[in-house]
Structures are given as structure tokens and as C-alpha cells.
């Protein structure tokens, strides 16, 4: 049986599995690891008081160029049938729309795209397994991580960002070319926060437009009505809101308490929208790893660090930090892989 682990439970990670999973005819087994306790950077945060109010505090829609609708029509109209993606008709202030684009939100949530590419997969998921060392021993992987025993795979795909890439101890350190390591640390990222806010259900925010795009304030970049943006507004359920920082303030405070940076956000979004109902709930999620801002130079969407057995990296660090960028970086890594699985 083949035994084939992703780090990184993201985008690209989890539709690389979904791929593989299609892909390899004969008996497979498939993991799937990630050092946090959820699926990569959309993640959907569930008020603690009612499950069914939600915000995404990662991506907040996704737009689709004609390039692209073309390019990846399947996983487009997939994703569509299945009602995971509808079209974005909600209004968002100052939002740049280009000719021919196409905006689509995901009604349940952000997260209901990885959820759906892991159930596709059929993987063994895990969660809060941070690897720390890969090895080459008997021409497999054995792939150690913080807690438990290390395990031994056929063929192994990171979609964690490349910073993290370069931390990994073990034969790796030596599997990396000099080229490939400067490459690796040529990405970079921007860093921000998000701020989920949950309100009791009934309570009315009495705001014309679901999205606002802030041009002049030098903390909030982005404001949702997050329930109004994927047209979930129930009397059962409370509003809610997302508030996401400039580059900038993310930047200057990344090492800040959550608290501190929490209470920061709150004041500038009250000069923003004075007269907030207080919310029943928070949820404040740092974003080390934001957005690519630099990818890696000449690299296909994936950077090949060892051919047989294959041990492949993937994600946005090799493409660009959108849907798209991740679907394409997905494919590159199964382009790699074809004649190894």
C-alpha cells in the first residue's frame, strides 16, 4: 500500500489530497497533517453561544478572473453544484472589480472548501501535529513530529509556508539545494489580524452595505457583516462582523498580547461605526502568514526537493495567495508526482 503524507491541512493541501485520492488507482493510504487546530488560512470561527453564527476570518470571497474561469472550470462548477460557492451579490464598498471578473462567496462559510477537498480525500486527518524532522531511511520518509512516535511514508507533499520549510530538521537540511534555500527564503509575507465579533440573535445593525474596503484608516483595512455578505441573516441567529487590519498595523503588532492588539481594533472600529451593539462573543486570529508578497522565483508552482522517493512543497509561496494560486500550485505538485504514484 502506498503511504502518502500532506503537511498542511489549507487549500492546497487538502485539494492535493483530494487529487491524489483520485488519482492513485491501486490501495493508498493517505495523512494528512497540520500544526494547527484548524484547516489552514480559511478558516470559518462558530460563536461559542450558537454554532450557526459564523464569520470567516481568513479569505472573505473569492474572485475569479476569465483567465482562471477558464482554466479551472472544473473546480469552479464542482464547487458550485455542490452549493459550496454561489455568487457574491452583496454589496462591498470600494471593492476594484475588473472586467469580465466573477465574485463568489461560500454560504456555510470559507471552511466548507477545505472541509469538502478533506472529505474528498478520504485522509486521515490530524490536527495540532506539527512535523520537526524528515529523514531518509530504507528510500522512505520517516517524518518526526513534536508528540508520538515517527512514522514512515512512500512519498511526502508541504504546503506549510516556507519559513516553516526552512525550520524542518533532519536529511532535509542537506535535500535542499542552496539555490532552492535561497528561493525558499526569498517569500514573503504580509501579516495581519482578523477580529470575529458574535452578537445575540435578533439584534439589528442598521448598515447599508455587507463589505466596506477602509482607504484612510491606519488599523482597519476591511469591515464585514459577515452574516449579510454570504446572505445568512436569521431572526435565529445574530449578526456577524469582521474587522481585518492594514499591513501595516499587522506588521507593527504582530508580537503584541491578543488582548492589547483586540482592544486596539475595537477602538478605531468604534470610530469607524459609532453606536456598535456590544457583541456577545469575540474571536481575535493572528495571520503570521497573511499573503504572499513575494513568491518564490522560476519555481512551477511547486519546488521538487527529492525525486525518488518524491518529496515535493507546494502552496501559495510558489504561485500567488488567492484561489486560484492555490489551484494552480495544486496541480503543478500532481504534475510532479505523476510518474511516482
Given at each position: ?103 463568489f462567496v461560500a454560504p456555510e462559510g470559507i471552511s466548507s ?43 511526502v507533499v508541504l504546503t506549510m509556508p516556507s519559513p516553516q ?177
Amino acid at each position: 500500500m502506498l503511504r502518502v503524507l500532506v503537511v498542511g491541512a489549507g487549500l492546497t493541501g487538502s485539494l492535493c489530497a483530494a487529487l491524489l485520492r483520485r488519482a492513485v488507482a491501486g490501495p493508498l493510504y493517505l495523512a494528512l497533517w497540520d500544526k494547527e487546530g484548524d484547516a489552514g488560512r480559511m478558516i470559518t470561527a462558530k460563536s461559542p453561544h450558537n454554532p450557526r453564527c459564523t464569520v470567516d476570518l481568513g479569505a472573505q470571497y473569492i474572485t475569479c478572473t476569465p483567465h482562471y474561469a477558464k482554466k479551472h472550470q472544473d473546480f469552479y462548477e464542482e464547487l458550485l453544484a455542490h452549493g459550496i460557492l454561489e455568487p457574491l451579490t452583496s454589496p462591498i464598498e470600494g471593492m476594484k472589480v475588473q472586467e469580465g471578473d466573477c465574485n463568489f462567496v461560500a454560504p456555510e462559510g470559507i471552511s466548507s472548501i477545505t472541509k469538502h477537498y478533506l472529505k474528498e480525500s478520504g485522509a486521515d486527518v490530524f490536527f495540532k501535529q506539527c512535523v520537526t524532522q524528515i529523514n531518509l531511511k530504507n528510500n522512505k520518509w520517516e517524518v518526526s513530529k513534536e508528540t508520538g512516535s515517527p512514522e514512515q511514508f512512500d512519498l511526502v507533499v508541504l504546503t506549510m509556508p516556507s519559513p516553516q520549510i526552512l525550520e524542518l530538521q533532519g536529511d532535509i537540511v542537506n535535500l535542499i539545494s542552496e539555490f532552492q534555500r535561497q528561493q525558499l527564503a526569498s517569500v514573503t509575507y504580509s501579516s495581519r489580524y482578523a477580529l470575529g465579533l458574535f452578537y445575540e440573535a435578533g439584534m439589528k445593525i442598521d448598515i447599508p452595505w455587507a463589505g466596506q474596503y477602509i482607504a484612510s484608516n491606519p488599523c482597519i483595512r476591511f469591515i464585514s457583516i459577515d452574516s449579510k455578505k454570504r446572505n445568512r441573516e436569521s431572526s435565529e441567529c445574530g449578526p456577524s462582523l469582521v474587522i481585518h487590519t492594514t499591513v501595516t498595523f499587522g506588521a507593527t503588532h504582530l508580537e503584541n498580547s491578543e488582548e492589547d492588539v483586540q482592544k486596539l481594533i475595537t477602538q478605531q472600529l468604534e470610530t469607524l461605526l459609532p453606536g456598535l451593539p456590544q457583541p456577545v462573543a469575540t474571536k481575535c486570529q493572528k495571520w503570521r502568514y497573511s499573503q504572499v508578497t513575494n513568491s518564490a522565483v522560476n519555481c512551477p508552482g511547486q519546488m521538487t526537493l527529492h525525486c525518488n522517493p518524491s518529496l515535493v512543497c507546494g502552496g501559495d509561496g510558489f504561485t500567488h495567495s488567492n484561489f486560484d494560486g492555490c489551484i494552480a500550485s495544486a496541480l503543478s505538485v500532481m504534475e510532479a508526482l505523476k510518474n511516482h504514484i
